[in-house]
C-alpha cells in the first residue's frame, strides 16, 4: 500500500471513529437528530475534501515523475544516436579515405541563422574550419544544399577569383580552407523529399589522389548519409518542423 493510499484510509477511519462517538454521545447531552446528522455530514465533507486533494497530489505527482522520465529516456535516446554518428563518420573516413592522406568528415545542419554549420565530425578536432558556415550555393557544402544532390570540389584547380565568384566563397572561408584540396557534399534526406542536412568528406590531396569522385566513394556516401538520416530521426536531433527545404 503507498503512503498515499495510508493517508486517505487513515482520514476515513478517523471521521467515521468522530461520526460514531458523536453518534453515541451528542444524543446523552440534548443534541437533536439534526444537528447530529450535520456533525456526520461535516465529516463526510471534510473526509471527502481531503481524499480529493490527496489524489489531486499524488496524479500532479506521477505526472511530474512521467516527465521527468520522458525527458531522460530522450536525453539517453539522444546521446546513443549521436554516438552512432560517430561511429558512422569514422567508418565512412576509413573506408573512403586513402591512409597517406588526412581525410575528414563531418555532418552540416542549418542553424537559427539560416546557414549550414558543423554538429557532429571525425578528424576535426583541432581543425580551424570546425566552426566554418556557409550559406546556400556557398562552396561544396552550400552547392550540395542549393542544387539538391553530390557535389564534388577539386579546389587546387580552381583560383581565388574562382572560389570567390563560382563557388560563392569569402576570403575568410578560403583562407579556412586553406588545407582542404577536395571536397565531397552530400544532401541528408527526410522522408517527404525533405533536404535537413549535408554529409561532408575532404581531404588533403587533389581529387586525383583522394578519389573521392569515385563512383563507389560516391555511392558508399549516398549510404552513408541515409543511415544518417535515420539517425538523425530517432535521436530526435533535428525535427522535420524546421526543413532546410524541400524538394
Known amino acids: 500500500m503507498t503512503r498515499q493510499a495510508v493517508v486517505i484510509v487513515a482520514a476515513l477511519a478517523v471521521a467515521w471513529i468522530v461520526a460514531a462517538a458523536a453518534g453515541n454521545f451528542l444524543p446523552q447531552i440534548g443534541f437533536s437528530i439534526v444537528a447530529l446528522a450535520a456533525v456526520v455530514l461535516v465529516g463526510i465533507l471534510m473526509t471527502a475534501a481531503a481524499t480529493v486533494r490527496q489524489v489531486s497530489s499524488t496524479t500532479r505527482d506521477l505526472r511530474e515523475e512521467l516527465e ?6 530522450k536525453e539517453t535516446n539522444a546521446t546513443l544516436c549521436r554516438a552512432a554518428i560517430d561511429t558512422l563518420l569514422s567508418q565512412f573516413v576509413k573506408i573512403a579515405g586513402r591512409g597517406w592522406l588526412i581525410t575528414r568528415s563531418s555532418v552540416f545542419l542549418i542553424g537559427d541563422d539560416e546557414r549550414l554549420q558543423i554538429v557532429q565530425h571525425h578528424n576535426m578536432l583541432a581543425a580551424p574550419d570546425r566552426s566554418i558556415k556557409f550559406g546556400k550555393y556557398q ?4 552547392q550540395a544544399w542549393g542544387r539538391k544532390e553530390q557535389i564534388v570540389g577539386n579546389l587546387p584547380a580552381a583560383s581565388d577569383v574562382e572560389l570567390s565568384t563560382a563557388w560563392g566563397l569569402t576570403p575568410e572561408q578560403i583562407a579556412l580552407n586553406g588545407n582542404v584540396k577536395s571536397i565531397l557534399s552530400t544532401p541528408i534526406w527526410f522522408p517527404g523529399d525533405v533536404i535537413v542536412g549535408i554529409l561532408n568528406i575532404d581531404s588533403d590531396g587533389p581529387l586525383a589522389t583522394s578519389g573521392l569522385d569515385q563512383a563507389e566513394v560516391m555511392n558508399l556516401a549516398a549510404q552513408t548519409a541515409e543511415i ?20
Open 228 to 247: 544518417l538520416a535515420g539517425l538523425l530521426e530517432l535521436g530526435e536531433i533535428i525535427s522535420t518542423d524546421r526543413p532546410m527545404e524541400r524538394s
Open 68 to 73: 521527468r522520465t520522458r525527458a531522460e529516456l
Open 139 to 142: 562552396g561544396c557544402v552550400g
